[in-house]
């Protein structure tokens, strides 16, 4: 799953920079040439450093207690599959069809508040 979501992230590293810059130059009342310096330093460790490393932390977690793969038998299952296997899916690749959209959803959500953390 990281290198699906990696690449998107990078390629929205720029754009998130200038709108991040933007909002705190407004809200703070700042120039926004002042602003820019920060929200990159703090965008290309979360996007270069932090995601990464919390990808790994997360598929280390999941090897440890939760790599087994169980089925898609149930609903629950299904959750489980693509919530707690998220970091590295599990290889059904019949259902990757919807694991995968599924995975990135919650990935998304947890680097999202990872990067906040790291910045």
């Keep these: 799953m990281i290198a699906i979501l990696l690449p998107p ?10 709108l991040e810059a933007g909002l ?6 700042i120039p926004f040439g002042r602003a820019i310096p920060a929200q990159a330093a703090a965008n290309l460790f979360s996007t270069l450093v932090g995601l990464p490393v919390g990808w790994f932390l997360l598929a280390i977690l999941q090897l440890t207690c939760c790599g087994t793969a169980l089925g898609l038998h149930t609903p629950l299952r299904r959750v489980y599959a693509v919530t707690i296997q998220a970091p ?3 290889p059904y690749e019949s259902d990757f069809w919807w694991m995968i959209p599924a995975a990135a959803a919650v ?13």
């Design 88 to 90: 590295w899916l599990i």
């Design 24 to 29: 705190g130059a407004w809200r703070h009342s």
């Design 107 to 119: 990935l998304v959500v947890l680097f999202c508040a990872l990067s906040i953390a790291c910045e």
């Design 9 to 18: 992230a990078w390629g929205l590293l720029l754009p998130i920079i200038v």
